[in-house]
């Protein structure tokens, strides 16, 4: 009798779940509107920032450069990353409906994850394009030329792609069963993992490889671009030069440094009780503020971008006034 009823309850607490439920932030329920409100602003700000940034790289000729070519590549990340998570959580705070299917789920973890690998890459090739800008000028065009833009580009989506899909792979191979509350605002791959019942020493392994891999080596690139960079600037003689060859690589330096810094908060500091209190809103400084300060931070610093877009608002004033 008793072993039945432990079979029973064996059988119960293994029942595989269809729906996981994103917490989300769950704690603010009174500032539920006012989230909603916001994420939403930021959501259609990220689109129509991201998108103006691709339109003004692809018309004006004086953009067609390497810097602008992968600026414009990091544009079109952010609006697809962030299509990938904001909309699902703007209609939880709308409907109060937290519920998400296990494929949905593993449909936004796979897309949030091959890119965030890609912004990795992404990040690391812009910073080699500013050290060879500024520590080989004259050899800039020659080992920048167009092939290798578009080699450095695609490789970066390609290799992301194909890591997080053999990734996905042994995921999907996971069973998820008895709690299926995630503490977090989207699919990601810790709060999945603490959810599984399978055994979890492989996963874990792979997991602690994939992000190595992904991660380490587009840091360590990007740390080693940036030390030639400051070093080189430094030996400039005049103040006027140092200036303007910072303000080549300022608006990257920024980025990286928001992207990189709360990627090592979240996933490096140990998880003390008080640092789990700020995960999710770490979380937010790698997945939600990066799409909407990216444009602005390298539109706002940079003259080339400014003087773009007030020539393609004064053509567009001069086709409303002739219609008119």
């Given at each position: 009798?008793?072993?039945?009823?432990?079979?029973f309850?064996?059988?119960?607490?293994?029942?595989?779940i269809?729906?996981?439920?994103?917490?989300?932030?769950?704690?603010?329920?009174?500032?539920q509107i006012?989230?909603?409100?916001?994420?939403?602003v930021?959501f259609?700000?990220?689109?129509?920032?991201?998108?103006?940034?691709?339109?003004?790289?692809?018309?004006?000729q004086?953009?067609?450069?390497?810097?602008y070519?992968?600026?414009?590549?990091?544009?079109?990340?952010?609006?697809?990353?962030s299509?990938?998570?904001?909309?699902?959580?703007?209609?939880?705070?709308?409907?109060?409906?937290?519920?998400i299917?296990?494929?949905?789920?593993?449909t936004?973890?796979?897309f949030?994850?091959?890119?965030?690998?890609?912004?990795?890459?992404?990040?690391?090739?812009?910073?080699?394009?500013?050290?060879?800008?500024v520590?080989?000028?004259?050899?800039?065009?020659?080992?920048?030329?167009?092939?290798?833009?578009?080699?450095?580009?695609?490789?970066?989506?390609?290799?992301?792609?194909?890591a997080?899909?053999?990734?996905?792979?042994?995921?999907?191979?996971?069973?998820?069963?008895?709690?299926?509350?995630?503490?977090?605002?989207?699919?990601?791959?810790?709060?999945?993992l603490?959810?599984?019942?399978?055994?979890?020493?492989?996963?874990k392994?792979?997991?602690?490889?994939?992000?190595?891999?992904?991660?380490?080596?587009?840091?360590?690139?990007?740390?080693?671009?940036?030390?030639?960079?400051?070093?080189?600037?430094?030996?400039?003689?005049s103040?006027?030069?140092?200036?303007k060859?910072?303000s080549t690589?300022?608006?990257?330096?920024?980025?990286v440094?928001?992207?990189?810094?709360?990627?090592?908060?979240?996933?490096?500091?140990?998880?003390?009780?008080e640092?789990?209190?700020?995960?999710?809103?770490?979380s937010?400084?790698?997945?939600?503020?990066?799409?909407?300060?990216?444009?602005?931070?390298?539109?706002l610093?940079?003259?080339d971008?400014?003087?773009?877009l007030?020539?393609?608002?004064?053509?567009?004033l001069?086709?409303?006034c002739?219609?008119?």
């Open positions: 009798y008793n072993h039945n009823i432990l079979d309850c064996t059988t119960w607490n293994q029942t595989e269809t729906d996981f439920i994103l917490l989300g932030f769950g704690e603010l329920h009174h500032l006012f989230l909603f409100f916001v994420f939403l930021i259609i700000s990220t689109i129509m920032a991201n998108l103006l940034t691709v339109i003004v790289i692809v018309i004006d004086s953009l067609h450069t390497p810097m070519f992968f600026l414009g590549n990091l544009a079109c990340l952010e609006m697809i990353y299509s990938a998570i904001l909309p699902r959580m703007i209609a939880a705070l709308m409907t109060g409906d937290n519920t299917s296990v494929k949905g789920c593993m936004q973890f796979y949030g994850s091959f890119l965030v690998c890609t912004e990795c890459y992404l990040l690391s090739v812009m910073s080699y394009d500013r050290f060879l800008a520590c080989k000028p004259l050899h800039y065009a020659t080992l920048m030329n167009s092939k290798v833009c578009i080699q450095l580009a695609a490789g970066s989506w390609l290799n992301s792609i194909l997080i899909s053999l990734y996905l792979g042994l995921i999907l191979q996971l069973q998820f069963c008895g709690q299926n509350e995630i503490d977090h605002f989207f699919c990601e791959a810790l709060p999945l603490k959810l599984s019942c399978s055994d979890m020493f492989l996963v392994f792979v997991t602690f490889t994939v992000v190595f891999i992904i991660t380490f080596p587009p840091f360590v690139s990007t740390l080693i671009s940036y030390i030639y960079i400051i070093v080189a600037i430094l030996k400039i003689p103040a006027t030069g140092r200036q060859a910072f690589c300022s608006s990257h330096l920024i980025v440094s928001i992207f990189y810094g709360a990627i090592v908060v979240v996933y490096l500091i140990p998880k003390t009780e640092v789990k209190d700020f995960n999710k809103i770490f937010l400084l790698y997945t939600v503020l990066p799409p909407l300060l990216n444009p602005l931070i390298y539109s610093r940079n003259k971008v400014k003087a773009a007030r020539k393609m608002a004064g053509k567009l001069d086709v409303q002739v219609n008119q």
